[in-house]
Each structure stands twice: as C-alpha cells, then as structure tokens.
C-alpha cells in the first residue's frame, strides 16, 4: 500500500511564501517498474477540489493550474520519495486544504480519478 503525508501548512499574510512536502511510502509493482507522477490539489470550503500543479516520474516534465502559473513551483526528490510545492505570492483565495497524490499513469493527469493515492491535506489559510 501507497501513504503520503502532506506538512508545511500555515497561517501566511498575504504576499508570503509557504513550501509543502510530501513523503511518500510503501510501493505497489507497477509504482516499482513504471514510476509515478505527482500533484498537489486543493480544496476551499465550499468548493470543489482542484488540481494545482503537478510532475512527471523523471521531473522533466510539469503542469499548473492557471491561477497558480509563475507562483508555485513543484518539484520532487525521487531519491527520498518526496514532492514539494514551492508557493510564493500567496492570496487570500489560495486558502484550501492542500492534498498530495501520486499516480502510477502516464504523464501528468489532472483529473481527480486519475490519483489512486492521497495524502490527508495540510491547511493553508492566508490572511490579507
């Protein structure tokens, strides 16, 4: 079985910076042959979760959102099984409870029912 476990949330003004991790653990065989690709989603109260930006298995390839393009940064250390979301120049609606997930398909997908796991979520709330 798959576990992630998001950290790095908080209370932020506006205009701040936040970096979230993700440690993943435990492996599946085709995770073992093939890699995964990485995202981080989000979820505002009252709202649907969203994607926010996501990695190929290799790190040469990645994609946001566009409401986050040219603030976040994703990247990840396959050594450490880790992902991280770089966040700068946070808004007040950058507000959700952010989620980590991994999938084992190709590419970087951006539908919910592409991910086969997710973390629990780090609370991101910034205040203007």
């Known amino acids: 079985q798959v576990h992630l476990v998001e950290s790095g949330g908080g209370l932020v003004q506006a205009g701040g910076s936040l970096r979230l991790s993700c440690v993943v653990s435990?492996?599946?065989?085709?995770?073992?042959?093939?890699?995964?690709?990485m995202a981080w989603f989000r979820q505002a109260p009252g709202k649907e979760r969203e994607f926010v930006a996501g990695?190929?298995?290799?790190?040469?390839?990645?994609n946001y959102a566009g409401s986050v393009k040219g603030r976040f940064t994703i990247s990840r250390d396959n050594a450490n099984d880790m992902a991280y979301l770089q966040m700068n120049s946070l808004k007040p609606e950058d507000t959700a409870l952010y989620y980590c997930?991994?999938?084992?398909?190709?590419?970087?997908?951006?539908?919910?029912?592409?991910?086969?796991?997710w973390g629990q979520g780090t609370q991101v709330t910034v205040s203007s």
């Open positions: 435990g492996r599946t065989f085709r995770i073992n042959v093939m890699g995964y690709a």
């Open positions: 990695i190929a298995w290799k790190g040469d390839s990645t």
């Open positions: 997930a991994a999938t084992g398909l190709v590419g970087i997908p951006t539908m919910i029912e592409d991910y086969d796991y």
